[in-house]
């Protein structure tokens, strides 16, 4: 069984730059794995925010952006805002099924 | 304008079976994948299986022999089935649209599954 790691948790001030990761157990992410990416806040269901990668939705503000970063899929946030404060999870495919990451609680402060 | 309405809250024993209905709209049901998706109180999230359009199914190994999902595309409806369940299978239950290619958009709102004595 595949586990994905990302970060439990981060810190960041508002304005900040902060970047999430997301690594499998064992080799590297390759667009081939159609990462995507979620937002959680508490008492809510996940709203996506990036698929395939680094595509964003209609609805993910433009400072949200996703990548291939040293073989592990990357969430990066650009002018953190307060509103930001949530769980991150992502999401791979390996061969038609899908593993989550462990998720990464993310603070402003 | 795309919904998926799942069914309300349920509490179940140890060992019975739980069928959780998710009732998607605005689109064309059998054109999409319909996954499962759950979360244990506090804990992150789980996927467990999909249906795709051609309605074949693929489970997570670990959820194999106990989850059955079924679709009913005349009312446009996705179902998922979990059995023997125990109280660790405590969670919200989500179902998840994904257009091919892993493009997922629409989640349903959640049904909370409670196993207890």
């Known amino acids: 069984q595949t586990v994905v790691t990302q970060e439990p948790s981060l810190t960041v001030s508002p304005g900040g730059t902060v970047t999430l990761t997301c690594a499998p157990s064992?080799?590297?992410?390759?667009?081939?794995?159609?990462p995507n990416w979620f937002q959680q806040k508490p008492g809510q269901a996940p709203r996506p925010l990036i698929y395939?990668?680094?595509n964003r939705h209609s609805w993910t503000p433009a400072r949200f952006s996703g990548s291939l970063l040293g073989g592990k899929a990357a969430l990066t946030l650009s002018g953190v805002q307060p509103e930001d404060e949530a769980d991150y999870y992502c999401?791979?495919?390996?061969?038609?099924?899908?593993?989550f990451g462990g998720g990464t609680k993310l603070t402003v402060l | 304008q795309v919904q998926l309405v799942q069914s309300g809250a349920e509490m179940k024993n140890p060992g019975a079976s739980v069928k959780v209905s998710c009732k998607a709209s605005?689109?064309?049901?059998?054109?999409?994948?319909l996954h499962w998706v759950r979360q244990a109180p506090g804990q992150g999230l789980e996927w467990i299986g999909l249906?795709?359009?051609?309605?074949?199914?693929n489970y997570a190994q670990k959820f194999q022999g106990r989850v059955t999902m079924t679709r009913d595309t005349s009312i446009s409806t996705g179902y998922m089935e979990l059995s023997r369940l125990r109280s660790d299978d405590t969670a919200v239950y989500y179902c998840?649209?994904?257009?091919?290619?892993?493009?997922?958009?629409?989640w349903g709102q959640g049904t909370l599954v409670t196993v207890s004595s």
């Open positions: 998840v649209r994904e257009l091919r290619g892993g493009y997922f958009d629409f």
């Open positions: 999401l791979l495919m390996y061969g038609g099924a899908w593993v």
């Open positions: 064992s080799g590297t992410v390759t667009s081939g794995y159609y």
């Open positions: 249906i795709n359009p051609s309605g074949n199914r």
């Open positions: 395939t990668t680094s």
């Open positions: 605005g689109y064309t049901f059998t054109g999409y994948y």
